[in-house]
């Protein structure tokens, strides 16, 4: 039964004139009417932001507001199932996927940076003077101000509190934007906010577009004092040109075209473990997945295989049935993008080892947002295919000779999130992990997270680090003070 999902504004939750669909991207159904924050909803969201700012929030001790952020997550974990349901919902990934990972992360993240503010320190120096008698110097941590968070619809709850949680944590307001595709955990967010008596005006949600939309509006705004943005490298370019006018604090996790290196000394079957799930999870849509693999000649054709076995495999399924491996895209439109690339593939000359079309079932799913897994070979390193982000179930696979010729394939990219090498040598592991372009490498392993590490990428990929001190340290900024004695 399609609900409505209102805008939360200075505490209140508030309707506009003009409302846009959810929809499920497994059978095309309505999840709800979503009512689109106008200009003058998105100018009320941040004077009441920055109204908060200085007063109940700002007023509060750290401890005080890492109470509410655990009480928060507490609402998150009371409500578990119901925010299961919603990211099913908008996404139509697996539930097993929503219950272990992202509803857990969900309340995980708050209750981490809640921890975390509670206990981080500042600096001291101790500094000489001609006179003998020295100087303190201390820094106070001060809230940035009003923070615009604007996330993606990939993992819609993780992402949208991996930057509440620490934008809060250290006192800042915030007025949040969903992405359009996936509105429902951030409405029954704003419940559990609501319900846990966060102070109005210190949580806002806009619900709309990018452009001429909540989106643009939140970062050509003068109220707001930093964006904080995980998407597409193309969007981050636009928020950076809206955000110059007032020149504000940004902190962007962005696109990715990560590799994968199986080396010759690589548990095969580790290795197989883990590049199907690095290239297959959520469909392919998680900013860390491998959509380039690269394997030593020796083993290439056996890997190709057994990669394409197991991609053959996987259960493509509703979301609530417990053995659904593999869900839908997140709506028609991606459908169509990722579709152009398989196209793209064919006429760049692609060997399509399996896969390269839409995924039919012969049931209302056909109304939805499949494809099949999809796995090329026979690319140029140049192909657009082989360079450009499909944030789709896909990866191109190619072999490599020598280690320097397996770095300089996974280096050659305009982005540079993260990558995955697999290899039993102990020495090769730390020599290449250390010279490959990217922000986070692992070494057998694959999205294995430690809330603590910096996360984030170079290149296209993005600008600053979030995790642990890393966030703490783009939501707020010190303040020097030195004492003469
Ligand atoms: P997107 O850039 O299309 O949209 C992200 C958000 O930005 C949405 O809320 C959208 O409404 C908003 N937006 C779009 N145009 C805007 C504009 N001009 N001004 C202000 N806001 C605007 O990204 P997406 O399609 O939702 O997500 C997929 C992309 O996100 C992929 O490129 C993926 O790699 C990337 N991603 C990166 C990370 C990371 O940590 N690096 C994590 C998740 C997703
Ligand atoms: C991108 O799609 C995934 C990002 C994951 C995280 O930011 C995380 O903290 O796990």
Redesign the pocket.
């Known amino acids: 039964m399609p609900h409505e999902i209102k805008n939360y504004v200075a505490g209140r939750f508030v309707a506009s004139g003009q409302q846009f669909d959810a929809v499920n991207p497994v059978d095309g159904s309505l999840v709800a009417k979503v009512h689109a924050a106008d200009k003058a909803t998105v100018d009320e969201a941040v004077a009441a932001a920055r109204a908060a700012l200085p007063g109940p929030w700002g007023a509060m001790t750290a401890a005080g507001r890492a109470a509410m952020l655990n009480r928060v997550a507490g609402g998150i974990e009371a409500r578990f199932d119901d925010f299961v349901a919603a990211e099913i919902a908008d996404t139509g990934k697996p539930m097993a996927q929503a219950r272990t990972l992202d509803i857990p992360r969900g309340a995980g993240n708050l209750r981490f940076f809640a921890n975390l503010v509670s206990s981080a320190c500042g600096e001291y120096f101790e500094t000489a003077t001609p006179d003998g008698n020295g100087a303190l110097n201390y820094s106070v941590r001060k809230p940035l101000g009003v923070v615009g968070v ?6 819609p709850l993780l ?1 949208l509190t991996w930057k509440l949680g620490p934008a809060l944590a250290a006192g800042n307001t915030v007025v949040a ?5 996936t509105p429902g955990s951030a409405a029954l967010l704003a419940e559990v906010m609501h319900e846990a008596g966060v102070p109005a005006g210190v949580f806002n949600l806009v619900n709309g ?3 001429n939309s909540a ?2 509006f ?2 050509t705004h003068d109220g707001i004092d930093a964006i904080t ?5 193309a ?1 981050g370019s ?2 950076m040109r ?1 955000a110059a006018t007032n020149v504000k604090a940004l902190s962007f ?4 075209k990560n590799a994968a290196i199986i080396f010759a000394d690589a548990d095969l079957e580790q290795a197989l473990d883990g590049t199907v799930r690095s290239v297959f999870s959520n469909c392919g849509q ?2 860390l997945c491998s959509e380039r693999v690269y394997v030593h000649e020796s083993l290439f054709d056996e890997f190709v295989v057994r990669l394409m076995d197991r991609a053959e495999s996987l259960r493509m399924g509703w979301p609530h049935e417990e053995q659904t491996e593999i869900g839908p895209l997140v709506s028609r439109a991606h459908r169509d993008k990722v579709l152009a690339y398989y196209d793209l593939a064919r006429q760049e000359g692609a060997n399509i080892v399996t896969g390269g079309g839409i995924a039919e079932f012969g049931d209302a799913r056909d109304n939805g947002a499949w494809v099949q897994p999809t796995i090329l070979s026979g690319l140029p390193e140049a192909a657009r295919c082989v360079r450009e ?1 499909i ?1 789709g179930p896909v990866c191109h696979i190619a072999p490599f000779a020598a280690e320097d010729q397996a770095i300089a394939m996974a280096n050659d990219s305009p982005y540079g ?1 993260a990558a995955a090498i697999w290899t039993q040598n102990l020495s090769r592991a730390h020599r290449v992990a250390r010279r490959i372009d990217a922000g986070i490498v692992w070494v057998n392993a694959w999205y294995l997270r430690d809330l603590r590490t910096p ?3 170079v290149k296209l ?2 600008i600053g680090r979030e995790g642990g001190m890393h966030s703490l340290n783009f939501y707020s900024e010190p303040t020097n003070i030195c004492i003469k004695l």
Request: aromatic share 12%.
């Open positions: 604007i996330s993606p619809w990939n993992l992402l934007k969903p992405s359009e595709e577009f990018g452009p989106g643009e939140l970062t943005f995980t998407g597409e490298s969007t636009a928020i809206a996790e962005l696109g990715g998680v900013c982000e944030f999130l996360f984030g990428g990929s993005g």
